[in-house]
Structure formats: C-alpha cells, structure tokens
C-alpha cells in the first residue's frame, strides 16, 4: 500500500504562485510514476502532469506547460507541484496519485488539496 498526502493549497491572487506538495509513504518503492490531478466543480479531472518516481520523463497537460513544474525531493520521498503565473481557471481541487506499472492505473490516491485563484 502506497499512502499519499497533498498539502500546500490555498487561497492566491491571479499572478501568483503556490507549491504542492504531496508526500509518499508506506511501499514507496513499487511506485512507478507518480502524476498530478485536478479536478473543478462541474468539470471532469483532467491531468496536470506526472513523472516517472525514480525521475525524468516529466510530462504536462497542455494547460498548465510552461506554468508548473514538477520537481521531487527524494530523502523525503515528496513531490512538488510548483505553480507558477497562476489564473483562476487553475481553480480546483488537486490530486496527486501513484500507479506500480507504465500500463497500471493511477490506484493510489491522496486526499487532495484545494487551490483558489482569485481575479
């Protein structure tokens, strides 16, 4: 079992930024890739980005490229989102979730997050 944390949402103005984190524990070692998810009121969830657990192939979802970063602290077994030039469409809860295997699903999920952008 793989247990996920999110922390670091919160309430920012148009322009800003935050950074997420979500911490690993419990069998980190059978995660493959870990990926970020955001979902809005009304709206389906939609992928934000995701990278390989032992690091690099990082993607993003075409909304947030050149916006948010993906980085990861492996002592602490924790990975950021940092958001950057943050817009009020970016509102939405985010997830972040692991999956064991490149063809297995995201099984692993953390509580998530809220973020608000304000205009």
């Known amino acids: 079992q793989v247990q996920l944390v999110e922390s670091g949402g919160g309430l920012v103005q148009a322009g800003g930024s935050l950074r997420l984190s979500c911490a690993a524990s419990?069998?980190?070692?059978?995660?493959?890739?870990l990926g970020w998810f955001r979902q809005a009121p009304g709206k389906e969830r939609e992928f934000v980005g995701g990278?390989?657990?032992?690091?690099?192939?990082?993607k993003y979802g075409d909304s947030v490229k050149g916006r948010f970063t993906i980085s990861k602290d492996n002592a602490k077994n924790t990975v950021y989102l940092q958001m950057n030039s943050l817009k009020p469409e970016d509102t939405a809860v985010y997830y972040c979730?692991?999956?064991?295997?490149?063809?297995?699903?995201?099984?692993?999920w953390g509580q998530g997050t809220q973020v608000t952008v304000f205009s």
């Open positions: 990278s390989l657990w032992t690091g690099g192939h990082t």
């Open positions: 419990g069998r980190t070692f059978s995660i493959y890739a």
């Open positions: 979730a692991a999956k064991p295997g490149p063809s297995a699903d995201f099984g692993s």
